[in-house]
């Protein structure tokens, strides 16, 4: 099984957004991650779902370091210890589980090391459960066309991010969808704000109570003016209205139906 994200999974071929910022390479099955070494987080990951023969297998796999890098280039336990946060998939687990049973498991199971993790406020309401659902939603409406789907996924590493053991918990995440629409590529672009959850005081994570998580679309265009990543023509694709994507709008989102696809 080939390894790595492939860019020529689509009809219209479409490679990793990219980071202006040195970053490193590391390839999975069927998904790759790339590393912001200095953030110990991805800048960027992608992969690659076919949805005509995803498998629905047990979950297996316990999170570890990969050792290709070095643990201070990546967020490991340490900082997911005692408080409120969880290891948030970037590419989900089910998402590269498809194919033949082996390859679909030794996919799934990758999907635990570090590197696809990021810090996330432990707990769910209905705004993380709409989020985690995004890709399975847009995957439904992409089978009426190639059965085929490319997602990235990965925080926004801004500079107001706080501090916390060592790294600096992102406050939002980006996520791009990618599929082949009747007139040729098209994507859809969402947000995750956790910024009401998250407070870094005396080693502290607040929880729910304080606030709730919001996710929104919003135009590809502005994912890559806040990421600075190149994103190549993923913006031409956007479903968006083209002037909610002139004035950059974001939607916040209270359910699958407020989704524009």
């Known amino acids: 099984m080939a390894d790595g994200y492939d860019p020529g999974f689509l009809t219209t071929p479409?490679?990793?957004?990219?980071?202006?910022?040195?970053?490193?390479?590391?390839?999975?099955?069927?998904?790759?991650?790339?590393?912001?070494?200095?953030?110990?987080?991805?800048?960027?990951?992608?992969?690659?779902?076919?949805?005509?023969?995803?498998?629905?297998?047990?979950?297996?796999?316990?999170?570890?370091?990969?050792?290709?890098?070095?643990?201070?280039?990546?967020?490991?336990?340490?900082?997911?210890?005692?408080?409120?946060?969880?290891?948030?998939?970037?590419?989900?687990?089910?998402?590269?589980?498809?194919?033949?049973?082996?390859?679909?498991?030794?996919?799934?199971?990758?999907?635990?090391?570090?590197?696809?993790?990021a810090p996330q406020a432990a707990g769910f309401n209905q705004s993380k459960e709409l989020w985690l659902g995004l890709e399975d939603h847009v995957l439904a409406y992409a089978e009426a066309t190639d059965q085929r789907i490319s997602v990235f996924t990965a925080p926004v590493l801004g500079p107001e991010d706080p501090p916390y053991r060592g790294v600096r918990i992102p406050l939002r995440f980006w996520k791009i969808a990618a599929w082949q629409g009747a007139e040729g590529l098209a994507t859809a672009g969402f947000l995750l704000d956790q910024s009401e959850l998250i407070d870094t005081r005396d080693d502290l994570l607040a929880a729910a109570p304080l606030g709730a998580f919001r996710t929104f679309q919003v135009p590809v265009a502005e994912i890559a003016r806040l990421t600075g990543l190149d994103l190549g023509r993923m913006p031409a694709g956007d479903v968006l209205a083209e002037s909610a994507v002139r004035a950059g709008e974001w939607q916040m989102l209270s359910s699958v139906d407020d989704i524009v696809l």
């Open 14 to 117: 479409l490679p990793l957004p990219r980071p202006a910022d040195i970053t490193r390479t590391l390839d999975y099955p069927r998904f790759t991650v790339l590393l912001d070494p200095s953030r110990r987080l991805a800048a960027a990951t992608g992969v690659n779902i076919e949805g005509s023969t995803l498998r629905d297998l047990p979950r297996a796999g316990e999170w570890r370091l990969d050792p290709r890098i070095g643990d201070d280039e990546q967020t490991g336990p340490a900082v997911y210890a005692r408080n409120d946060l969880d290891r948030g998939h970037l590419v989900r687990r089910r998402d590269p589980g498809w194919g033949a049973v082996d390859d679909a498991r030794a996919a799934m199971e990758a999907t635990f090391f570090y590197p696809n993790a």
